[in-house]
């Protein structure tokens, strides 16, 4: 066997681990996010402990699956029907929850609020607090409101002193806010580094598995590496929820970027207001209410989050630069899509736009990421270069592909509705997504095969 090192230097990003220091991590390539910790063979490495840590919290017998009890019977709702809705449903029995997002984006506020829900309908929640004291908590608690009998606060660290505590108390859901400050004794590495973090998380897995108990770990994203990110959790837990947008923006979207019980890339929609998150009924409405009217570079698209169709405005700018080569920025929208789509467009419509800088921004702090917002973009850039207005009741989507052609994307008959619904005239959309749409009422379809067929509709 080859000699096993003393230390061995962990990237806080992801987990990965290599022998030697190096200043970008190979697996996500983040910079400057080594960290050395001292080397612990993994259990079942070590011969005559294989098997053990899996019978030492549950009895493995073999069960007849016919016997098995669905999940679905066993799901609590949050009191937050937003908040059920990202979670596929409800709070499964027994279920690990990651919430992560980055400092001040109100992960704390969301989990008050649940716990206020949850305690209030009968369960018993413990919140655990390595960040805020009692004091603190009860401050945020009487701002948002809560009137929580059942609600108990434990402000600890030592992950020891938590199961303890969780053992006596027997709570019915945990909070562990944040799981960054949990730390275990028998570890050596410091409080905050993957092994930490993972360690407790693996620890809470047991604990939510073996008793039904549904737990929430709160996490936060790190700019820079000295603390373990939620990234490294994230194959542990069942479900893993990120607040998308800035703290600039008074909406918080909350996403499930994975789900064992339910459709990931779901989202929920909040606002923040003085009262806490706020559920926002019709998030379509709410993401084009600040359109701005008669303006060039604006464009309407339908993109699917989860199962819900969704509204949203792409805005581009097109400006001349001085500088040599022009400049791409997305908000958004990826990066990379955005320089291929501007490419397309210069290669098939003949645009001259390789010198100029071009801006891309998905207004209210949505993050899209679905090929279906193509055409929004294509028609945002042709709308700002050519300075036109595209009408304001009109609304695009469609995949775009190298050659300039328009291609058919999922659920067209979703998005379809969900801008009739809207009140919108006129929908552009790809020609083999047309069929069965002709005769919705109050809004025109129009199938379009390539980008000069949807420049033509458009303008
Ligand atoms: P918080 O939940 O503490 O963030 P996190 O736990 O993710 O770090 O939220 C902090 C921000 O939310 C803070 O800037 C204040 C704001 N806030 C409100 O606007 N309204 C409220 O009712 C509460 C409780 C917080
Ligand atoms: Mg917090």
């Given at each position: 066997?080859?000699?096993q090192?003393?230390?061995?230097?962990?990237?806080?990003?992801?987990?990965?681990?290599?022998?030697?220091?190096?200043?970008?991590c190979?697996?996500?390539?983040?910079?400057?996010?080594?960290?050395?910790?001292?080397?612990?063979?993994?259990?079942?490495?070590?011969?005559?402990?294989?098997?053990?840590?899996?019978?030492?919290?549950?009895?493995?017998?073999?069960?007849?699956?016919?016997?098995?009890?669905?999940?679905?019977?066993?799901?609590?709702?949050?009191?937050i029907?937003?908040?059920?809705?990202?979670l596929?449903?409800?709070?499964?029995?027994?279920?690990?929850?990651?919430?992560?997002?980055?400092?001040?984006?109100?992960?704390?506020?969301?989990?008050?609020?649940?716990?206020?829900?949850?305690?209030?309908?009968?369960?018993?929640?413990?919140?655990?607090?390595?960040?805020?004291?009692?004091?603190?908590?009860?401050?945020?608690?009487?701002?948002?409101?809560?009137?929580?009998?059942?609600?108990?606060?434990?402000?600890?660290?030592?992950?020891?002193?938590?199961?303890?505590?969780?053992?006596?108390?027997?709570?019915?859901?945990?909070?562990?806010?944040?799981?960054?400050?949990?730390?275990?004794?028998?570890?050596?590495?410091?409080?905050?580094?993957?092994?930490?973090?993972?360690?407790?998380?693996?620890?809470?897995?047991?604990?939510?598995?073996?008793?039904?108990?549904?737990?929430?770990?709160?996490?936060?994203?790190?700019?820079?590496?000295?603390?373990?990110?939620?990234?490294?959790?994230?194959?542990?837990?069942?479900?893993?929820?990120?607040f998308?947008?800035?703290?600039?923006?008074?909406?918080?979207?909350?996403?499930?970027v994975?789900?064992?019980?339910?459709?990931?890339?779901?989202?929920?929609?909040?606002?923040?207001?003085?009262q806490?998150?706020?559920?926002?009924?019709?998030?379509?409405?709410?993401?084009?209410?600040?359109?701005?009217?008669?303006?060039?570079?604006?464009?309407?698209?339908?993109?699917?989050?989860?199962?819900?169709?969704?509204?949203?405005?792409?805005?581009?700018?097109?400006?001349?630069?001085?500088?040599?080569?022009?400049?791409?920025?997305?908000?958004?929208?990826?990066?990379?899509r955005?320089?291929?789509?501007?490419?397309?467009?210069?290669?098939?419509?003949?645009?001259?736009?390789?010198?100029?800088?071009?801006?891309?921004?998905?207004?209210?702090?949505?993050?899209?990421?679905?090929?279906?917002?193509?055409?929004?973009?294509?028609?945002?850039?042709?709308?700002?270069?050519?300075?036109?207005?595209?009408?304001?009741?009109?609304?695009?989507f469609?995949?775009?592909?190298?050659?300039?052609?328009?291609?058919?994307?999922?659920?067209?008959?979703?998005?379809?509705?969900?801008?009739q619904?809207?009140?919108?005239?006129?929908?552009?959309?790809?020609?083999?997504?047309?069929?069965?749409?002709?005769?919705?009422?109050?809004?025109?379809?129009?199938?379009?095969?390539?980008?000069?067929?949807?420049?033509?509709?458009?303008?």
């Amino acid at each position: 066997m080859a000699k096993q090192p003393k230390t061995i230097y962990v990237c806080q990003e992801c987990g990965h681990q290599e022998r030697k220091w190096n200043g970008q991590c190979r697996e996500c390539g983040k910079w400057n996010t080594f960290v050395e910790e001292k080397f612990r063979p993994t259990p079942q490495t070590t011969g005559k402990n294989v098997g053990k840590s899996v019978s030492t919290f549950r009895d493995t017998k073999p069960l007849a699956y016919k016997e098995i009890k669905s999940q679905d019977d066993d799901r609590t709702s949050s009191g937050i029907e937003e908040f059920d809705r990202v979670l596929g449903g409800g709070i499964v029995a027994g279920s690990l929850i990651l919430i992560g997002g980055n400092p001040g984006i109100g992960k704390s506020t969301l989990v008050a609020q649940v716990s206020n829900q949850l305690s209030q309908t009968g369960g018993k929640v413990l919140y655990i607090s390595g960040e805020e004291s009692e004091r603190q908590i009860k401050m945020r608690g009487e701002r948002l409101g809560l009137d929580a009998d059942n609600l108990f606060l434990l402000p600890e660290t030592n992950l020891e002193a938590i199961l303890n505590e969780t053992e006596r108390l027997k709570p019915d859901f945990v909070i562990v806010d944040s799981i960054q400050t949990v730390f275990s004794e028998k570890l050596e590495s410091a409080p905050g580094s993957v092994s930490q973090v993972r360690g407790a998380a693996s620890e809470f897995m047991m604990f939510a598995k073996g008793t039904a108990t549904p737990v929430f770990l709160i996490g936060h994203v790190t700019k820079e590496g000295s603390i373990a990110g939620p990234k490294a959790l994230e194959h542990i837990v069942d479900t893993v929820l990120y607040f998308e947008g800035d703290r600039h923006h008074n909406h918080r979207i909350i996403r499930a970027v994975k789900n064992r019980f339910g459709a990931a890339n779901e989202i929920g929609v909040f606002e923040m207001t003085n009262q806490g998150l706020v559920p926002v009924g019709n998030p379509s409405e709410v993401f084009l209410q600040e359109r701005p009217e008669g303006a060039s570079g604006s464009v309407v698209t339908v993109c699917m989050e989860g199962t819900r169709p969704m509204l949203v405005e792409v805005q581009a700018l097109v400006s001349s630069t001085n500088y040599g080569t022009g400049r791409r920025m997305a908000q958004g929208f990826d990066y990379n899509r955005t320089s291929l789509l501007i490419a397309v467009l210069e290669k098939r419509l003949g645009f001259q736009i390789s010198n100029d800088d071009i801006f891309i921004n998905i207004a209210g702090g949505l993050e899209v990421s679905e090929p279906a917002a193509d055409l929004g973009v294509i028609a945002s850039i042709a709308s700002s270069f050519k300075n036109l207005q595209i009408p304001p009741e009109t609304a695009v989507f469609g995949e775009v592909g190298l050659t300039g052609e328009v291609r058919g994307v999922l659920q067209a008959q979703s998005r379809a509705r969900e801008a009739q619904t809207l009140g919108f005239k006129k929908l552009i959309l790809p020609m083999s997504n047309r069929k069965g749409l002709e005769k919705l009422l109050g809004i025109r379809v129009v199938g379009v095969r390539n980008l000069e067929e949807a420049m033509d509709e458009l303008f």
